[in-house]
T-cell receptor
Framework: EPEVTQTPSHQVTQMGQEVILRCVPI?????FYWYRQILGQKVEFLVSFYNNEISEKSEIFDDQFSVERPDGSNFTLKIRSTKLEDSAMYFC????????????FGPGTRLTVL | KQEVTQIPAALSVPEGENLVLNCSFT??????LQWFRQDPGKGLTSLLL?????REQTSGRLNASLDKSSGRSTLYIAASQPGDSATYLCAVSSKTSGSRLTFGEGTQLTVNP
């Protein structure tokens, strides 16, 4: 069964460094998402992406963050100048179409900022 | 702004018991509601998706109901097993919030052998 994959599974970085989290969505899906979950807290929406552009973003997704679909398969989240509070589990999700379909989640990347 | 609440926050039951997890949401203009399972330190596994026009969905020992007008959903787990121990998350896709999912805090379920 097709699944969303994410790499790396765990990323440790120093405060102020840039990180890129990678995702490979399910191949026929059109909508892509990033969510994050700080330890012990709710899963929070960051951004959605459709037709090679951001379709929605939350107040969390400020200029520190960017997303890209550099080729036909990868979907990336870049975090510039990481802060301690960026430490969280980051989940990628994809969906065929809005409104009627399940969002399928990847296994997550645990980001630790020291 | 959509808000999702889940009660109880934690639940511990003996094996074999039937149980109900509750989810409520504030904005009834939804596309759908999903129930997920999350094991410690792991990703989210989709269990059931209920469309806004549906009243319930079933998958094996799981049954989810939706009452859109009252802003409530329940997840019923029959004959619980120790392997059901996990955190169960409810998430709503709202018509006023695009396609993003808004999640509840989850219910941490422990099924004791």
């Amino acid at each position: 069964e097709p699944e969303v994959t994410q790499t790396p599974s765990h990323q440790v970085t120093q405060m102020g460094q840039e990180v890129i989290l990678r995702c490979v969505p399910i191949s026929n899906h059109l909508y892509f998402y990033w969510y994050r979950q700080i330890l012990g807290q709710k899963v929070e929406f960051l951004v959605s992406f459709y037709n090679n552009e951001i379709s929605e973003k939350s107040e969390i997704f400020d200029d520190q963050f960017s997303v890209e679909r550099p080729d036909g398969s990868n979907f990336t989240l870049k975090i510039r100048s990481t802060k301690l509070e960026d430490s969280a589990m980051y989940f990628c999700a994809s969906m065929v179409w809005v409104g009627t379909d399940t969002q399928y989640f990847g296994p997550g990347t645990r980001l630790t900022v020291l | 702004k959509q808000e999702v609440t889940q009660i109880p926050a934690a639940l511990s039951v003996p094996e074999g018991e039937n149980l109900v997890l509750n989810c409520s949401f504030t904005d009834s203009a939804i596309y759908n509601l999903q129930w997920f399972r999350q094991d410690p330190g792991k990703g989210l596994t989709s269990l059931l998706l209920i469309q806004s026009s549906q009243r319930e969905q079933t998958s094996g020992r799981l049954n989810a109901s939706l009452d859109k007008s009252s802003g409530r959903s329940t997840l019923y787990i029959a004959a619980s097993q120790p392997g059901d121990s996990a955190t169960y998350l409810c998430a709503v896709s709202s018509k006023t919030s695009g396609s993003r999912l808004t999640f509840g805090e989850g219910t941490q379920l422990t099924v004791n052998p």
